[in-house]
């Protein structure tokens, strides 16, 4: 079952993306844990499994000091849906542009979302992303 | 909102993990496309994101001839829980022995699913899966 995505929560979904595009290029952890719920399921593009509200935050506030500083990040959803009035999976690409450090350059992932309808908002239960190796084309 | 999964729905979800399992060392294509839904989205290792229990099946028929011949599987349900009554996430971790060939050698990796209760019972609707780097510890 797939339900029709009406344009006040398509609106809402795509804000969710836009605001953690907007928080990972201020370099904002806080800010980039906020549309998550507070037991949120998280698995890097390292197969790292995290936990919740404050490991999803403060894991990111370290990288954005780190690895990945004055990195900028693109995304584009790729695909968004309904699996129930109250539960939305959406595919999003990334590109990512690391200007310094071990992982200068370019780097393309793909990062799937489930989302819940909940009291607040929209809010984040899954995010799982995957890096693109370069032999695969974009 | 988190809901405790009871143990028949438990032993269900499980199953579809065991299928999935069974299929692969099977090199049995249609068999792991089976729990799917016709419009599941499935992202690859590689960041490749296909739909559809066609060319899930296809995708994977295609592989279990190839590059993953006679490899074995063992995937391990890592987390699982209920985001609605009828909406399950699940966490699964694999490791992939490949015999020979270009990928010979052992592969961890973590996949999420989400799945459905449909009819005919639980279905993947997203399947999203991450190879650890040799640099990350298991």
Same mark, same amino acid.
């Given at each position: 079952m797939?339900?029709?995505?009406?344009?006040v929560d /398509?609106?809402?979904?795509? +804000?969710?993306v836009a605001d953690l $595009?907007a928080?990972?290029?201020?370099g904002?952890?806080?800010?980039?844990?906020k %549309?998550?719920s507070d037991?949120?399921?998280f698995v890097t593009i +390292?197969a790292e499994?995290?936990?919740g @509200?404050? *490991?999803i935050?403060?894991?990111?506030?370290?990288?954005? +000091?780190?690895?990945?500083?004055q =990195?900028?990040?693109?995304?584009?959803? $790729?695909? $968004?849906r309904?699996? &129930?009035?109250?539960?939305?999976l959406?595919h999003v /690409?990334? #590109?990512l542009d690391?200007? =310094?450090?071990?992982l *200068?350059? &370019?780097?393309n992932?793909?990062? =799937?979302m489930?989302?819940?309808r909940e =009291?607040?908002? @929209?809010?984040?239960?899954?995010?799982?992303?995957?890096v693109r190796? %370069?032999? #695969?084309? #974009?």
């Amino acid at each position: 079952m797939t339900e029709l995505i009406d344009p006040v929560d /398509r609106k809402a979904l795509d +804000r969710v993306v836009a605001d953690l $595009e907007a928080a990972w290029n201020a370099g904002d952890g806080s800010a980039f844990g906020k %549309p998550f719920s507070d037991n949120a399921d998280f698995v890097t593009i +390292r197969a790292e499994h995290f936990h919740g @509200w404050d *490991a999803i935050a403060g894991g990111h506030a370290a990288i954005f +000091r780190t690895i990945y500083a004055q =990195s900028v990040n693109h995304c584009t959803v $790729e695909s $968004e849906r309904l699996l &129930r009035p109250d539960v939305a999976l959406m595919h999003v /690409r990334s #590109v990512l542009d690391v200007p =310094s450090g071990p992982l *200068a350059g &370019r780097h393309n992932a793909i990062f =799937s979302m489930v989302l819940t309808r909940e =009291s607040p908002g @929209w809010q984040i239960a899954s995010f799982h992303n995957t890096v693109r190796p %370069p032999s #695969v084309p #974009v």
